[in-house]
């Protein structure tokens, strides 16, 4: 079986870090070899990367942000994800280029088609297998963050920041469906879990 790479998406306080467990078990249960990994980061460059860019005392404008991120994926991509794959192991990664697209575009508002041509830069048709999108009112979203004490530069950004955010998400899981699994993750830990292990199911074409 051709090794597959997973991510993980959707705005802050839509549940990343209690879900991804969920996806280690599943890994776990079908005996699978997979790695987790994240973005920004993943790497001695990419760690250095996301403490500058989730630090609230950084100044990045935009742009300045975006070639950050997509030099972190490079460096990701080069010395973790694809030396992993060509093994045979499976790769998850918390967050990927759909974080970009959403974030710096919805968020910020650059052109999607400038996110675009970096993307082919940088990835060179490379798209992952599955990514589980995890998708929840702002409300809820907003609740979550709200028992955050030390929010970082991403989680102190506005309701309207992460509708845009939120929306681009939605815009490119329509586009594309196939890629992407939508999961309600406003519902019980359970049906989200069920969900996961659902999409994942399907990928591998093995039981939940
Ligand atoms: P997280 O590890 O808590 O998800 O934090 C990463 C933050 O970085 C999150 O607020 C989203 C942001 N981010 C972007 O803005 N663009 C990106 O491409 C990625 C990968 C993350």
């Excluded at 942000?65 to 694809?82: G, N, P, S």
């Excluded at 929840?136 to 992460?162: C, G, K, M, Y």
């Amino acid at each position: 079986m051709k090794a597959k790479f997973i991510t993980l998406d959707g705005i802050d306080g839509a549940g990343k870090s209690t879900n991804l467990n969920t996806i280690r078990n599943w890994f776990e249960k079908h005996q699978l070899p997979v790695l987790f990994t994240r973005e920004p980061g993943g790497t001695p460059i990419g760690e250095a990367l996301r403490e500058l860019l989730l630090n609230p005392a950084t100044h990045a404008n935009a742009r300045t942000e975006t070639l950050m991120i997509f030099a972190a994926r490079q460096q990701h991509l080069d010395e973790v994800i694809k030396p992993a794959l060509e093994k045979g192991i499976h790769v998850v990664s918390d967050r990927f280029t759909d974080a970009t697209f959403a974030y710096q575009g919805g968020g910020r508002g650059l052109p999607l088609t400038d996110i675009t041509i970096l993307e082919n830069w940088v990835q060179q048709g490379f798209q992952p297998d599955l990514t589980l999108l995890l998708d929840v009112p702002l409300t809820v979203a907003q609740q979550r963050l709200s028992q955050n004490s030390h929010p970082d530069r991403f989680e102190q950004l506005d309701a309207a920041f992460f509708e845009h955010t939120r929306a681009v998400y939605l815009e490119r899981a329509a586009a594309t469906p196939r890629r992407y699994s939508v999961i309600d993750s406003s519902l019980n830990l359970q049906d989200v879990a069920q969900q996961i292990n659902q999409g994942l199911a399907q990928l591998f074409g093995l039981d939940s």
